[in-house]
């Protein structure tokens, strides 16, 4: 064989693969009247973002598969005429995009266009929190239809609503893919789409209810729950600690996801809830500070619950933000110079349980962290450590303001995954402070 020939075979060889890798893998898809489900291989992904555009709908979510093949089904509500689908699969950083795929939507057998007058003045548009979405009422009379344009930071839809009789319009809207006590807009528009009036409400929430406790490795042990923040803040004053000088006043500024834009209180809510029930399982007796969005309570009566409990160790949950960084990871905080935290433990005892949470997080989530994932720290700088009477950590669960954990923190999947990690360290804790002896 004469050289002329190899080295160009050579050189195919080499793009090939490179070429297969750098295209976006094909989603198979199955378009029906309301729904569309796609199937997708994509090995060595768990967490991915998949956004679809409808011709009256768009919408994103995390899709997770512990093997890397991605399926599902997405509800298609708006799009009764028919049309095309898109979909897109992304990295969770947004950086890449992994798979994408087009299908014709069939028209609903039952598709009528709307018809008549459809454009009058808009009275009382009032908007009202559901655990599916919102709930919406106003008036218009002499009017056959309008339209509502509905928008969240996770999806968006058009569609035309109908009176009763009496000019008035009433009726549900169900947001699936917005997460619990996100924003929601809602406008009402005329047949011709002019904005006619608009109003927001949030998404509502509701605690589920706490598992059965079981006797297990944690029995005998008290844990109070501490979810940080409120959904909103107020205006506090309060001394740093006993044994210490000085006082902080305002509000305590908390996190916003760059992607979710949810706010930290409502997302180390949903992660409090799921340490709850993994430690009733585990057999520990728990209490919380809030079970809701709105409670408020300052640092000295975050405390005071945990002494109340009879607590033996307290974890407060909160997540980070670094504005103009990608930084990732955990922190957990222990109080270093309060009487309370000097009755407690020593310095090197508290660095030793910190890092026996820090560990047992990292072992639990860490499939995808860097090796210097996590760091104790030791201070007084949290009012709310300072005034814990028992053994206290304020464990940082992620950075909101980087977009993978930003999305990471508000899936199901990855809170219980935190959960489990977090139940590990009280456990190895439980151990190591005598509280339980196996
Ligand atoms: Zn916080």
Same mark, same amino acid.
């Given at each position: 064989m004469r050289f002329g020939k190899l080295i160009p075979m050579l050189l195919l060889l080499l793009l090939l693969p490179c070429c297969h890798a750098c295209s976006d893998a094909g989603i198979e898809m199955t378009a029906g009247e309301c729904a569309v489900s796609y199937s997708v291989d994509l090995p060595d992904h768990d967490f991915l973002l998949l956004s679809f555009t409808a011709p009256n709908e768009t919408g994103k979510k995390v899709i997770y598969a512990p093997d890397g093949l991605f399926e599902g089904e997405i509800a298609l509500?708006?799009?009764? #005429?028919g049309g095309k689908v898109k979909l897109t699969i992304n990295t969770l950083d947004g950086k890449r995009q992994l798979a994408s795929g087009t299908a014709a939507l069939p028209a609903a057998s039952d598709y009528q266009e709307a018809k008549g007058k459809a454009s009058g003045k808009v009275t009382d548009l009032r908007l009202e929190e559901t655990l599916g979405g919102v709930r919406y009422t106003f008036s218009c009379a002499g009017t056959d239809y309008l339209l509502l344009k509905v928008r969240s930071r996770q999806e968006t839809a058009l569609f035309p609503v109908y009176p009763r009789e009496d000019g008035q319009y009433s009726g549900e809207i169900e947001m699936p893919l917005t997460y619990a006590r996100t924003m929601i807009t809602v406008q009402v528009l005329s047949?011709?789409?002019?904005?006619l009036t608009e109003a927001q409400a949030r998404k509502g929430y509701e605690a589920p209810p706490a598992a059965e406790r079981q006797e297990?490795?944690?029995?005998?042990v008290t844990v109070c729950i501490d979810p940080g923040h409120s959904e909103n803040g107020r205006m506090v004053n309060e001394p740093?600690?006993?044994?210490?000088q000085g006082s902080t006043s305002g509000t305590a500024g908390m996190a916003q996801g760059?992607?979710?834009?949810?706010?930290e209180s409502i997302v180390v809510l949903e992660i409090s809830m799921a340490l709850r029930d993994e430690l009733l399982r585990q057999g520990a007796d728990v209490v919380m500070t809030?079970?809701?969005?709105e409670q408020f309570l300052t640092n000295q009566e975050r405390c005071q619950v945990a002494a109340d409990g009879g607590a033996d160790i307290m974890l407060r949950l909160h997540a980070d933000t670094r504005a103009g960084s990608t930084k990732q990871g955990f922190s957990v905080y222990a109080p270093l110079h309060s009487d309370y935290a000097k009755a407690v433990a020593d310095p090197p005892a508290y660095r030793a349980m910190g890092e026996m949470l820090i560990d047992a997080l990292k072992t639990r989530?860490?499939? #995808?962290?860097?090796?210097?994932y996590g760091l104790v720290t030791l201070s007084d700088q949290f009012v709310g450590n300072n005034w814990a009477?028992?053994?206290c950590f304020l464990v940082e669960?992620?950075?909101?303001?980087t977009p993978r954990e930003d999305y990471l923190l508000s899936h199901p999947v990855y809170q219980q995954r935190l959960a489990e990690g977090l139940a590990q360290g009280v456990y190895e804790i439980a151990q190591y402070r005598g509280w339980i002896t196996e």
């Open positions: 509500r708006y799009s009764q #005429a047949g011709k789409q002019t904005v297990g490795r944690l029995s005998g740093l600690g006993p044994g210490l760059k992607e979710t834009q949810r706010k809030r079970e809701t969005q989530v860490g499939y #995808a962290l860097e090796d210097k009477q028992m053994t669960l992620g950075f909101m303001s």
